[in-house]
């Protein structure tokens, strides 16, 4: 399987770099990737490793979850130019966006347990195709947790499942059982079968009428909500124990800036 930055390099350097061609660009530089906007800091472990690969060395970046201001300074590395000019723009962009979706998660993590410590900000598996792994190393850093990694790590039964398999009475797994009834009489039907009920289309007010109704029947059972609105998060943190959301995958990339100069 290629490496993920070797993908990215590959897209935008296929058949080398015309421009340090041109100018016959040689010998040792710096390279400086800057923040002009605040956040927080993701995966620049993942790119110093491929930095190494290519052969440059880091000198320094900042760890996974570490916030910063703008002015900071996320990335820093030295060697063959003709390699840092390669690399130069698919580091600034990938970190422009893990840092960014970290930001939003930690933004959304703490709104939520200002008013409910113990809640969970978990994000879907809507990823972006080929970024999934990076999407969710940035939630998790940020104090955010994975609602689905993928279809082969955890059982979610949906309203489309229903509609195909129609009803069941038993169900018998290692991994916890995720249920998304398609109504009311459905949530309080699965409640003592579920490890989690997934209540999509509630309003805060409705779920903490429904959510001690529905433990009652199980009190094991974990209610999670999808689908909200983020600065409706507190008020869905009061009632629920899970708030499941795609919003920091679609946070918009922070304003970054690289500096190349010569040693």
């Known amino acids: ?65 570490e916030s910063f201001e703008g002015g900071a300074t996320l990335f820093e590395a030295k060697g063959d130019l003709r390699q840092l000019f390669k690399l130069w723009r698919i580091s600034q962009t990938f970190l422009s966006m893990v840092c960014a979706i970290a930001g939003m998660t930690k933004s959304m993590v703490n709104a939520a347990r200002k008013v409910n410590p113990n809640v969970v900000i978990a994000t879907s598996r809507k990823t972006h195709p ?91 059972l974990e209610i999670a909500v999808g689908g909200v609105n983020i600065k409706d998060i507190p008020k869905y943190a009061e009632a629920v124990d899970i708030v499941v959301s795609t919003a920091p995958y679609y946070a918009k990339p922070l304003d970054l800036t690289t500096k190349i100069e010569n040693i």
């Open 130 to 220: 080929g970024f999934r792994k990076y999407e969710l190393k940035a939630v998790r850093v940020a104090g955010g947790d994975h609602h689905r990694n993928s279809l082969s790590d955890s059982i979610l039964i949906t309203q489309n499942h229903f509609n195909v398999v129609g009803s069941f009475n038993k169900l018998i797994a290692m991994k916890k059982i995720e249920i998304e009834p398609r109504t009311e009489e459905e949530a309080f039907q699965y409640a003592p079968l579920a490890d989690v009920l997934l209540l999509d289309h509630y309003s805060p007010d409705e779920l903490k009428e429904i959510a001690p109704k529905l433990k009652a029947l199980n009190p094991k």
């Open 1 to 65: 399987m290629i490496h993920n930055f070797e993908h990215y390099l590959s897209e935008d350097c296929p058949y080398g770099d015309e421009t340090t061609d041109l100018l016959g660009i040689e010998g040792i530089g710096t390279l400086k990737i800057v923040s002009r906007d605040p956040g927080v800091a993701a995966c620049a472990d993942d790119l110093a490793e491929f930095y190494q690969q290519k052969g440059l060395t880091v000198t320094n970046y900042l760890d996974n979850g």
